[in-house]
């Protein structure tokens, strides 16, 4: 056996060795939709001060962080704008009837005579 004999036959590779490799097995994809929904929906709860929006970001949030826990991230943020939205507005609500709540029941106990305010007479009723 030559040299070049011992070179050739160990660099020499069996054909099977060679074949092409397997494509990789498409990743499983998730979406984040719930999250996304539950996000989009507690910004708008509080732009547009509708509780109804942030109870539904609320209760899409409990299913994003169920669902969906490479999105956890996004659907804790939709909760807590959920939550801000539905408690800032209960809140907003109990302080402007504390405000006007005097006035309100003063006038339903007859303070407020609205019939003798004098704009009658400048109209000429």
Known sequence: ?????????????PAESIAPAAAPAAAATTTNGF?????????????????LLSVGAIVFGFIARNREPSARLMANWGLVLGFV??????????VGFAAFAPYWFAGGFGAWDFANVGLWDIWGN
């Open 85 to 94: 939205g539905t408690f800032g507005g209960i809140i907003f609500g109990l």
């Open 1 to 13: 056996m030559t040299k070049t004999d011992s070179v050739s036959s160990t660099s020499a590779a």
């Open 35 to 51: 999250s996304i929904t539950t996000l989009v929906l507690g910004i708008a709860g509080i732009v547009l001060g509708q509780w």
